[in-house]
């Protein structure tokens, strides 16, 4: 199965910590966005990446948070020094065309991050 | 900006009767609008999308929506629903303009299926 594979499944940190969460676009696809979702709440844009590149990264806040696509290698969302509001599911999409094309993004399964 | 609202957080329809999840946009040009569906603790599955052909789209698993544009409207609906269809909906719109990769997401419906 070549779906959009991200890890881990479920991570914890304490406040203070570094979270890396991983995200393995399909087979052929060099578009990867992630979205986080809050609980009781649909998914919130973060940020897009082509393979090297952030194109839009209007929905990530300021500090704290970044996000990677490197050449070779999955692409990696990192907060640092996470606090009790990071505690989210976040979801990485990919598709093998940017949005202008109206192709689909296809979701992995998600990360749930739980803050202690 | 794009917008959509989804009307109903929550649905609660019996085994075999017809589903309707309700869904308006806001959008200041011709936009793609897709349903997703996620079953608990699972990423989210597309259902169908609309880009500007047909108005009436249909999706897997039966379901279909009707883009109207008049009405600003994307409702999704299925003839008879069934037991596995029991999971949270999403109509998202194509963020576009200036924000090249968003997608924006309806709140969601909570779909109930009673036996």
């Known amino acids: 199965n070549a779906g959009v594979m991200q890890n881990p499944r479920h991570l914890v940190r304490r406040r203070g910590q570094e979270a890396r969460l991983r995200c393995s676009p399909m087979k052929g696809h060099s578009h990867v966005y992630w979205y986080r979702q809050l609980p009781e709440e649909g998914l919130k844009f973060m940020v897009y990446l082509q393979k090297e590149n952030i194109i839009d990264e209007s929905g990530m806040p300021k500090e704290r948070f970044s996000a990677e696509f490197p050449k070779e290698g999955p692409s990696i969302l990192r907060i640092q020094q996470v606090v009790r509001g990071d505690s989210a599911a976040y979801f990485c999409?990919?598709?093998?065309?940017?949005?202008?094309?109206?192709?689909?993004?296809?979701f992995g399964d998600g990360t749930r991050l739980s803050i202690l | 900006a794009q917008s959509v609202t989804q009307l109903d957080s929550h649905v609660s329809v019996s085994e075999g009767t017809p589903v309707l999840l309700r869904c308006n946009y806001s959008s200041s040009y011709s936009p793609s609008l897709f349903w997703y569906v996620q079953h608990p603790n699972k990423g989210l599955q597309l259902l169908l999308k609309?880009?500007?052909?047909?108005?009436l789209v249909k999706g897997i698993n039966g379901f279909e929506a009707e883009f109207k544009k008049s009405e600003t409207s994307f409702h999704l609906t299925k003839p008879s629903a069934h037991m596995s269809d029991a999971a949270e909906y999403f109509c998202v719109v194509s963020g576009g303009g200036g924000s090249q990769g968003n997608l924006i997401f309806g709140k969601g419906t909570k779909l109930s299926v009673k036996p």
């Open positions: 999409a990919s598709s093998d065309r940017g949005t202008y094309s109206n192709q689909p993004q296809h």
């Open positions: 609309y880009t500007s052909a047909a108005t």
